[in-house]
């Protein structure tokens, strides 16, 4: 008998063992969200799920799980106007927006005097001065994100589903 014919029932027991192990299986590398473009912000409102502001930071904690409604949201529209609450206040503002993502304030947004309004929580304050620096809007997945030119400053929301309503 050929030594090859040897070879055989060893290299075929060997392909399976090695086939079953997950030495050869393949795996698709991790692709990022699309970016969607900078207008899609628009057709959604968004909840505060994180922010910098230099030293500043607010991570999504316990504390933040009140209702949708008392926690920092963003909603803009196609006329210019970002509305919201910072988590006390609702606020009012004016933006430009290029469909690059870069973000101008015609009218900062600033807290809206419409009722009796309450005393600012330093998150309030800090929102609102964040919310302020930004000059790029961008909409990866699920996430829109609002930040500086130096990214020194940055705010990441959440997009609001049916249910959290």
């Known amino acids: 008998m050929p030594r090859s014919h040897l070879r055989l029932p060893l290299v075929v027991p060997t392909v399976f ?3 079953f192990s997950g030495c050869m ?7 990022q969200p699309p970016r969607q473009s900078a207008w899609s912000a628009c057709e959604h409102d968004w909840i505060l799920s994180d922010l910098q502001d230099g030293e500043d930071t607010y991570e999504y904690t316990l504390m933040w799980k009140k209702f949708w409604r008392e926690r920092p949201f ?3 529209d196609r006329f ?3 509305r919201g609450n910072g988590g006390i206040n609702p606020y009012l503002g004016r ?4 469909n690059s993502g870069e973000l101008s304030w015609p009218r ?4 809206s005097r419409v009722g009796s309004s309450r005393p600012s929580d330093e998150l309030e304050a800090n929102y609102l001065r964040a919310l302020r620096k930004a ?8 996430k829109l994100i609002l930040s500086s030119n130096d990214r020194g400053t940055r705010l990441e929301f959440d997009r609001v589903d049916e249910i959290m309503r």
């Open 95 to 98: 933006f430009s927006l290029e």
């Open 25 to 31: 299986s393949f795996h698709e590398p991790y692709q």
């Open 135 to 142: 000059r790029y809007l961008e909409v990866v997945g699920n």
């Open 80 to 82: 210019g106007y970002v």
């Open 17 to 19: 063992a090695l086939f």
């Open 108 to 111: 900062t947004p600033e807290i």
């Open 74 to 76: 963003f909603t803009c």
